[in-house]
């Protein structure tokens, strides 16, 4: 059986984007069928595509979510977890990552295509990109999804 982290890098060597790959690792565990998991997380890629927020962090958000996003109005209590998760999530991942911010993480900001075209050609998504879906996967299950 394909482990969580394996999973996602399968994924995202088969074309998706990082969000897509960490959230899909996740989804039928939280009940989400793998196509919509797929489909929802798709605009996220390349830091929101547009060289912000990574991509595997912004999958990652969606799991916690998953977890313990509010669902029901005025579940103030749900809101604020939830909120505190993200926070403690994204903090641990500044850490280990250096950044949250993908053209930060790269050192290339890939919505442009003179930025793509360097981070294609020094070969960081597959390399420094993949890291990186492996690690968001990793400090998941580190902590508990």
């Given at each position: 059986m394909?482990?969580?982290q394996?999973?996602?890098?399968?994924?995202?060597?088969?074309?998706?984007?990082?969000a897509?790959?960490?959230?899909?690792?996740?989804?039928?565990?939280?009940g989400?069928?793998?196509?919509?998991?797929?489909?929802?997380?798709?605009?996220?890629?390349?830091?929101?595509?547009?060289?912000?927020?990574c991509?595997a962090?912004?999958?990652?958000?969606?799991?916690?979510?998953?977890?313990?996003?509010?669902?029901?109005?005025?579940?103030?209590?749900?809101k604020?977890?939830?909120?505190?998760?993200?926070?403690?999530?994204?903090?641990?991942?500044?850490?280990?990552?250096?950044?949250?911010?993908?053209?930060?993480?790269?050192?290339?900001?890939?919505?442009?295509?003179?930025?793509?075209?360097?981070?294609?050609?020094?070969n960081?998504?597959?390399?420094?990109?993949?890291d990186i879906?492996?690690?968001?996967?990793?400090?998941?299950?580190?902590?508990?999804?």
């Amino acid at each position: 059986m394909q482990t969580k982290q394996e999973l996602a890098v399968d994924f995202f060597n088969s074309g998706f984007n990082c969000a897509q790959s960490v959230l899909v690792s996740f989804c039928e565990k939280y009940g989400v069928d793998k196509k919509n998991a797929l489909k929802i997380s798709s605009g996220l890629g390349s830091g929101f595509r547009s060289g912000k927020i990574c991509g595997a962090a912004s999958g990652a958000v969606l799991v916690i979510g998953l977890k313990y996003g509010q669902y029901k109005a005025g579940d103030t209590s749900s809101k604020l977890n939830c909120n505190a998760k993200t926070v403690e999530f994204l903090n641990a991942f500044r850490m280990k990552n250096k950044s949250c911010i993908c053209r930060e993480i790269l050192g290339y900001d890939i919505s442009t295509p003179d930025g793509y075209e360097r981070a294609q050609s020094k070969n960081l998504f597959k390399t420094t990109c993949v890291d990186i879906v492996k690690s968001a996967v990793e400090m998941l299950e580190e902590l508990g999804y």
